[in-house]
């Protein structure tokens, strides 16, 4: 049996809608994420905090939910954390996409099966929604942030380009442009639908 967590890392927030705190604009974006991966069936749900994000972590985490304390809001600390807890395959996810599809999470774990990494994209502002890795995370896997990331520099270091596969692209929001985006008709992010009056 395949052990798999998907893990939150709470990313730097640089914006927020007008009107809105932004420390509670990451708080409802975080939380909508978390509270989709804790519904997942096929793999534990867990938190990385970098410094100073240990007590938004605790205010978001479901109970019994692990938190990992990362030094860096970056990948690689956060797939040494899973694997030193014994898991067998890490997703990585960024905390800015309130309403991301499980299903789109479960694509980006699928290719682990013949892929030593897989990278979801984060659509058009760029960098990446998650990255998935089997574990440990193989040597040549450079650490990097999921702002600036793509799937090419990902495969810059690979043995073959085939060792990093790239799955469905999911936006985050980033900006205004990616706020107007938003699905009312999409269901979940209940926190982000209530800070923005809907």
Same mark, same amino acid.
């Given at each position: 049996m395949v052990r798999r967590v998907v893990v939150t890392l709470l990313v730097p927030v640089p914006w927020s809608p007008p009107g809105v705190d932004l420390r509670a604009w990451r708080a409802a974006l975080a939380e909508d994420v978390v509270d989709l991966l804790a519904r997942l069936a096929a793999a534990d749900a867990a938190i990385a905090a970098g410094p100073g994000d240990r007590e938004l972590a605790d205010e978001i985490a479901w109970p019994g939910m692990k938190i990992y304390d990362v030094p860096s809001p970056t990948v690689l600390p956060v797939l040494a954390s899973a694997a030193a807890d014994g898991y067998d395959q890490a997703a990585v996810i960024a905390a800015d996409a309130p309403d991301v599809p %499980?299903? +789109?999470l479960g694509k980006l774990l699928q290719p682990l099966d013949t892929r030593a990494v897989a990278v979801a994209p984060g659509g058009p502002a760029g960098g990446l929604l998650g990255v998935a890795a089997n574990l440990p995370a193989p040597e040549w896997l450079l650490d990097h942030d999921l702002d600036t990331a793509t799937p090419q520099r990902l495969r810059r270091t690979a043995p073959a380009? %085939?060792?990093?596969?790239? +799955?469905?692209?999911? =936006? =985050?929001? =980033? %900006?205004p442009a990616e706020l107007a985006t938003l699905d009312p008709a999409l269901e979940g992010w209940e926190n982000t639908r209530a800070l923005l009056g809907g």
């Open positions: %499980g299903m +789109t380009p %085939g060792e990093v596969t790239s +799955t469905a692209q999911w =936006r =985050r929001l =980033r %900006g």
